[in-house]
């Protein structure tokens, strides 16, 4: 597309980079504050940029890879919430702005020709980036699913050989799995001697939770603790008599503090008032 004076478009989009992005970044602004103003400028000015970048290293240094620097775009797309159809959408409306630009700035007869010549430009660098967007965004859910995992049953000490594992939510199979793992880490780890359920936060106990929550309790006997499960409300407890689960090896208490004072008789320890302020 150099005929007639008409440069490449990679050279004018490097020609007229800064015209180019500032009506882009623009665009963008406008598109996406429909949806949201979690997105600032400066942002997009970035991503903008680095996106440009992206596109100058594979034209015009060929001989290196783009993946890296694909790569770190793509990371900061998933990291500014762009979900999949924006960044399609603001590539796309990048297309467009370049072949507009071409249009006012040189008299081309073959329009057709230069949609072609600028989507073959632009494809290898979109499909890149968004391959390495695929890549982040898998990798972001699979870190955030980790971190969910460990937070939906922590095992933490409160006292020397005692700890508690606070559960809030439903339990599904796949929870009630990473419970019994951490409890049987925990209890290794931690030389617990007794260990405590707090059931509290656990709207419903039925057959299969409670029949997760036995089995816990045996895995944590058989590895030389004790177990108790504590936060039965009254109305956990009315279901549990009606569904007729046999809790009898398990001892329960209706409160954690109830059970922290029993884990402490356990462990030959107790709480004892200090007396008043007055007492020296």
């Not at 004018?12 to 992005?21: D, N, Y």
């Not at 279901?239 to 090896?249: F, M, Y």
Request: charged share 25%.
């Amino acid at each position: 597309m150099e005929d007639k004076g008409t440069p490449s478009v990679p050279k004018f989009i490097e020609i007229h980079r800064e015209e180019i992005l500032q009506e882009w970044i623009q665009q963008l602004f406008e598109q996406y504050d429909q949806n949201s103003n979690a997105v600032t400028e400066q942002v997009f000015q970035y991503i903008a940029n680095e996106y440009l970048n992206v596109l100058n290293h594979y034209y015009f240094h060929s001989d290196q890879d783009i993946s890296e620097k694909a790569k770190d775009v793509s990371q900061k797309l998933v990291q500014a919430g762009w979900p999949i159809h924006m960044v399609t959408k603001s590539l796309n409306t990048f297309e467009r702005i370049v072949f507009q630009k071409m249009m006012e700035k040189h008299t081309i007869d073959h329009h057709l020709d230069l949609l072609w010549e600028i989507e073959n430009i632009v494809s290898p660098i979109l499909d890149e980036v968004l391959h390495q967007y695929t890549l982040s965004y898998e990798r972001t859910i699979h870190l955030q699913k980790m971190a969910l995992q460990e937070l939906s049953a922590p095992l933490i000490p409160i006292f020397d050989n005692i700890t508690v594992m606070p559960l809030v939510g439903t339990i599904d199979t796949e929870r009630a799995k990473r419970i019994m793992e951490n409890l049987l880490h925990g209890v290794v780890k931690y030389r617990s001697e007794v260990v405590l359920i707090d059931i509290t936060g656990v709207p419903v106990v039925d057959t299969m939770v409670a029949h997760h929550i036995i089995q816990a309790s045996d895995a944590v006997r058989l590895v030389g603790a004790k177990c108790l499960l504590v936060g039965i409300r009254p109305e956990i407890a009315q279901t549990i008599v009606n569904l007729g689960i046999d809790l009898d090896k398990i001892t329960t208490k209706n409160s954690l503090q109830k059970g922290i004072e029993a884990a402490l008789e356990i462990t030959n320890r107790k709480i004892v008032s200090m007396g008043d302020s007055s007492c020296r």
